[in-house]
């Protein structure tokens, strides 16, 4: 294989840098809605036929969100094997907790309308709210401890040692992130129900989002705020060779004040990309009160981008700081999968992603439209 | 304790792996069997067909929902409990799982929303693609897991990078042919075809027995039978032994499945029945017939297998050759920051360091296997040895199994084609009954996989005992019984709506229903619509 020297190391690992952003946002923006819905069900449904509507809004094309998540699980253990296990063992019981939630929402989904029972249906919608809600307040409190660093540390073999424990990420700022991520999704799930739904369903989702919307806006700029005020961000002082070896030992970084904000000073260009998360949920608001279904769903979906888009801008090179060790931080240029697999990884990844996106797109048009109550309420078709 | 961390975390990863086995080959197999159905229906027509395809669609369905569930579970946790693993291979192993979720799992995930709720939306034909692709989905991601899962037998086209302190690829193309891994992509995918297919014919064979759904029973028997005829004829003639020849560890596998202690005179005898004995290295009352396992293992009458004593000996050996390349690694890393590398350091890792993974079967008893003592040598090469009772009796069953599978589907092809299925009620019985037991060979199949491999996690690369996270045991402790518990709950609630789907039986012939989505009025959508159906 000399194929792979035809793109260079650095391009690579940057390049795959932008895939692990593409692959977060993918999901959620995806399977965002899925969530958000899930969120929603037991307050913009409030009888049984309501919420089967809501369920159905995304009974049939969940599944094939979910896989971003998957993927992303599968490319980030491809493409940057030490994030990957420094942050699913180190978030261990965090993990389980998202692993819980995801358990519960397929069979949910699937078991719930199979039997004819109150309570029977109204332990499961307890569980797609909860398949909903645990995993966006976690993501979002994850990326708030990233942000801060987190405590790690390698043995001279490389083995992970990690210091902290799970009520120790339940710090104030990554609740706030937490927050700002179930804000978003309950934004984005309702941006869903207005286009999928109609009469009192919508009506509360257009409610329940615009709440969303402010929330959104009002806590995204208050955790920009505690980030630029009380968060220390984290610098690489040593030379760090683009080409380098994938071994974080190798080169030293500190901890320093305002250096989440070193590369916007650099290219304040790229306050375009907060602009956009702040900008986004403005729009879908408005979209919202205006009754303008796509625009909604877009510019919710555009928010979201821009929200999880400025973490990485702010932190890069850095992916994984770490508090107790800052030299052993994970970046860009020291973590990642070896010069071959970048490569090949790529190739799958460039042949693959539009042929996902050319079928997934397809099978939204096939299923495009209102959910019909008519047709759930008669049982018509296989509906959930 | 250390010990502790790596029995629980083994037992997690047992657990939830088997349990995750238990949805997986039967979505692998009906979503063949059901896009056969749909095609016969397309093909002919006739509505029965249809009915079919909807009434096995809404069983694969039930069972599709657990297996996403519990396989995302399957996905974190290498991150979760194996982080050393997933530092020291993820630049190889890493590859396939993403390629999985890329080429297999994003295609039926996207489709099998459609094949349920798009009966109405999309024509005959388009629907019938849509199933197909889920059904090859299903088969990829087979295919995918089975290349990372045959790499950890027989780790190919990967070498330890001193600098990265890891394995990395060097040749990816090796790791797509790996034979290991194709050999148990056909073994397990034909597991996956006889799972579903068993399943299909004992519950067809219920109707059978009380005489409801007999058009629909009975066709379905006919698929499940020649469908599943072929399938465990593959299992059993394909079964992946034949790969296990092709590295030292596998074949310490196959020795200890035969519970061969000593090396014998080519072409070896196979022990039919017997109790083999770890600790005196025996196996009592055994019943042997001569020159056999050398046919399977070897397919000559000449090649040699080697006995379990020989094996360990040759390990002993690796384990020295390894104390050096463990040797020689740390003099190359602690230069490691200077530069300044010995030359004679790096040599005697380029010849030794393939031999490794062997100085670190020695961290279990000491952290610096340049300072163990001749004991602990003996004792990291006696620990080479699997489970070899487990190992017999788990493959003699699963293989004992796989002969009556071949029997069971055989006996009702010959029905079929004779149109007596329902002649005989005591054979609908046995099918009746027989639907539990490819379940049982296809866990014991992975227990004789996996549980032969031991000590090794990427067999004489990596021991099992350091791949772990440095986890506490009350975590771990937490997470088990929260694992046991869900999957308990879950697994009770869904062999009930199983069988109250099967109870309840398939809707025969209904009136063609309009979607749960409002059709808008489209004319470039018309190519899509279905077309009126054709009465049988």
């Not at chain 2, 989505?517 to 054709?534: F, K, Q």
Request: glycine letters at 8%; hydrophobic letters at 55%.
């Amino acid at each position: 294989m000399i194929l792979h020297t035809l793109l260079s190391y650095e391009f690579l690992r940057v390049v795959w840098w932008l895939l692990l952003g593409v692959l977060l946002i993918g999901f959620a923006v995806t399977d965002g809605f899925d969530l958000g819905t899930g969120m929603l069900l037991p307050f913009a449904g409030r009888n049984d036929l309501e919420r089967r509507v809501i369920i159905n809004s995304v009974g049939p094309i969940w599944e094939g969100n979910q896989v971003w998540l998957i993927l992303g699980g599968g490319a980030i253990f491809a493409a940057w094997p030490q994030l990957y296990a420094v942050s699913f063992s180190g978030f261990y019981l965090a993990m389980f907790a998202i692993l819980v939630a995801l358990i519960l929402r397929p069979v949910a989904f699937k078991f719930r309308s199979k039997r004819d029972d109150a309570s029977w249906k109204a332990r499961w919608d307890l569980a797609l709210f909860i398949g909903g809600f645990v995993p966006s307040l976690i993501f979002g409190v994850a990326m708030g401890n990233v942000l801060q660093g987190v405590p790690f540390r390698f043995g001279p073999d490389m083995h992970i040692f990690y210091d902290g424990s799970f009520f120790g990420l339940l710090n104030p700022f990554a609740l706030l992130c937490g927050l700002v991520s179930v804000a978003m999704l309950v934004m984005h799930g309702s941006a869903w129900l207005q286009l999928k739904t109609q009469g009192p369903v919508a009506q509360r989702a257009r409610a329940y989002g615009s709440v969303a919307a402010v929330a959104t806006v009002v806590l995204y700029a208050l955790a920009g705020f505690m980030l630029w005020s009380f968060v220390d961000g984290y610098r690489v002082t040593s030379s760090l060779p683009p080409d380098g070896p994938s071994n974080p030992l190798l080169k030293t970084a500190e901890v320093h004040a305002s250096a989440w904000f070193t590369n916007y000073a650099a290219s304040p260009w790229l306050y375009v990309v907060p602009a956009l998360g702040l900008g986004g949920a403005l729009i879908a608001l408005l979209g919202l009160r205006m009754r303008a279904e796509m625009l909604t769903l877009v510019s919710s979906g555009l928010s979201i981008a821009g929200i999880i888009l400025s973490v990485g801008v702010s932190m890069f090179p850095f992916i994984l700081p770490s508090s107790i060790d800052p030299r052993a931080s994970l970046t860009v240029f020291d973590s990642s999968s070896s010069h071959l697999t970048l490569f090949i990884m790529l190739v799958v990844t460039v042949i693959f992603i539009p042929i996902i996106v050319a079928y997934t797109s397809w099978v939204y048009y096939v299923l495009r439209g209102k959910v019909d109550a008519d047709a759930i309420r008669e049982d018509r078709g296989h509906a959930y | 304790m250390d010990l502790d961390i790596v029995a629980l975390s083994r037992l997690q990863f047992a657990l939830t792996a088997l349990y995750h086995f238990l949805f997986v080959p039967l979505t692998i197999g009906l979503a063949v069997i059901v896009a056969i159905m749909e095609t016969v229906y397309v093909m002919t027509g006739r509505i029965i067909w249809r009915d079919m395809t909807k009434f096995w669609g809404v069983l694969f369905g039930i069972n599709f929902a657990m297996g996403v569930a519990t396989g995302i579970v399957m996905e974190f946790q290498f991150g979760m409990n194996w982080s050393y693993y997933s530092h020291y291979v993820g630049d190889v192993f890493g590859a396939p799982l993403a390629i999985e979720g890329l080429m297999a799992f994003f295609l039926e995930a996207s489709f099998v929303g459609l094949f349920f709720f798009g009966w109405d939306k999309l024509s005959k034909v388009a629907h019938l693609i849509v199933t197909w692709l889920v059904a090859i989905g299903s088969n990829f991601s087979a295919l995918w897991i089975l290349i990372a899962n045959g790499w950890m037998q027989n780790p190919v086209g990967a070498a330890f990078n001193p600098q990265t302190l890891r394995m990395e690829v060097t040749d990816f193309f090796a790791v797509l042919v790996n034979p290991v891994a194709q050999a148990k992509f056909v073994h397990t995918v034909s597991a996956g075809y006889t799972v579903a297919a068993i399943f299909v014919l004992g519950v067809s064979a219920w109707y059978v027995l009380k005489g409801r759904h007999l058009q629909l029973a009975k066709r379905s028997m006919t698929v499940a039978a020649s469908f599943g005829l072929a399938a465990s004829l593959s299992v059993v003639l394909l079964g992946d032994e034949s790969g296990y020849l092709s590295t030292e560890h596998q074949k310490m596998k196959v020795a200890a499945l035969e519970a061969m202690w000593k090396t014998e005179p080519a072409p070896a005898a196979f022990t039919a029945f017997g109790f083999p004995d770890q600790r005196t290295r025996e196996t009592h009352f055994a019943v042997h017939i001569p020159m056999l396992l050398g046919l399977i293992g070897t397919r000559s009458l000449t090649t040699e297998i080697p006995g379990i004593d020989d094996l360990v000996h040759r390990a002993e050996l690796n384990i020295r050759v390894g104390i050096s390349a463990y040797d020689a690694l740390q003099q190359i890393r602690e230069a490691g920051s200077t530069g300044a590398v010995p030359e004679s350091a790096r040599n005697i890792f380029e010849q030794n360091g393939h031999a490794l993974g062997y100085a670190l079967l020695l961290k279990r008893y000491v952290d610096d296997p340049r300072k163990a003592t001749p004991e602990q040598v003996a004792q990291a090469a006696q620990d080479t040895v699997p489970a070899v009772a487990e190992l017999y009796w788990s493959f003699r069953i699963m293989v004992g199994l796989g002969m009556f599978f071949i029997v069971l589907t055989a006996t009702f092809f010959v029905l079929s084609t004779r149109r007596k299925l329902d002649a005989y009620p005591w054979l609908l019985k046995v099918a009746v009954f027989a639907i539990p037991l490819p379940w049982l060979a296809a866990e014991l199949g992975w227990i004789v996989a996996e549980v032969g491999r031991q000590p090794w996690v990427i067999e004489g690369v990596l021991p099992t005992a350091v791949a772990v996270s440095n986890l506490g045991a009350t975590t771990l402790l937490i997470t088990i019984l929260g694992f046991v518990l869900i999957y308990t709950i879950l697994i009770v609630i869904e062999m009930k709506l199983m069988l109250k789907a099967i109870r309840k039986g398939p809707k025969e012939q209904p009136v063609p229903a309009p979607s749960v989505y409002r059709a808008e009025a489209d004319p470039e959508l018309g190519a899509l619509r279905s077309t009126p159906l054709s009465a049988d």
